[in-house]
């Protein structure tokens, strides 16, 4: 994709601060460090979502995520700045908060007590609206 910053990154096009990187993935820290050690992995083909990744590379890269939260968990301890737990997250479509439409997963360590994390609303539904939902949700599964 000639537009995107993400290929470009990913391709070494543009530097980056990187701490891995194989023949499929670019590791780089997140230029927005709210949360230290925030990083995003990029595949170094242009899927625009999960919904097109395909299946090998969905998985190589959410093993790579866990490798590299262990890599965190470490390296952070072993620096006497340990974590409390991390997320491994993803956003597709601007309705959920994607930014840059190339697939990443952020990898998000975390600290007991830091506030810089989305939260959804707490919302209770009846016993028929959550039947209806996994309806919804199954038919999908089907189709
Ligand atoms: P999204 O909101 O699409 O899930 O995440 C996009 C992320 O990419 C944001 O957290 C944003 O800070 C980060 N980002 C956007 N442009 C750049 C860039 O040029 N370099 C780096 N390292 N991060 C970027
Ligand atoms: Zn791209």
């Known amino acids: 994709m000639d537009n995107c910053i993400f290929c470009k990154i990913a391709a070494g096009e543009i530097p980056s ?11 780089i820290l997140d ?8 990083m995003l992995i990029l595949p ?8 097109e990744i395909p299946d090998p590379a969905l998985g190589k890269a959410m093993i790579l995520a866990k ?12 620096a006497g700045e340990p974590l ?16 840059v439409m190339h697939y990443h997963l952020h990898v998000l360590p975390r600290i007991k007590g830091d506030d810089s994390f989305p ?25």
């Open 31 to 38: 230029l927005n460090q709210g949360m230290k050690g925030h």
């Open 44 to 51: 170094k083909e242009h899927y625009a979502n999960v919904f």
């Open 67 to 78: 490798r590299l939260a262990r890599a965190a968990k470490v390296g952070f301890e072993k």
């Open 119 to 143: 939260v959804w609303q707490e919302k209770s539904v009846s016993a028929e609206e959550m039947t209806k939902i996994c309806e919804n949700i199954k038919g999908g599964l089907e189709a």
């Open 84 to 99: 409390d737990g991390v997320n491994i997250l993803q956003n597709n479509g601007e309705a959920a908060g994607q930014t």
């Open 17 to 27: 601060s990187t701490v891995y990187e194989d023949q499929d993935f670019r590791v």
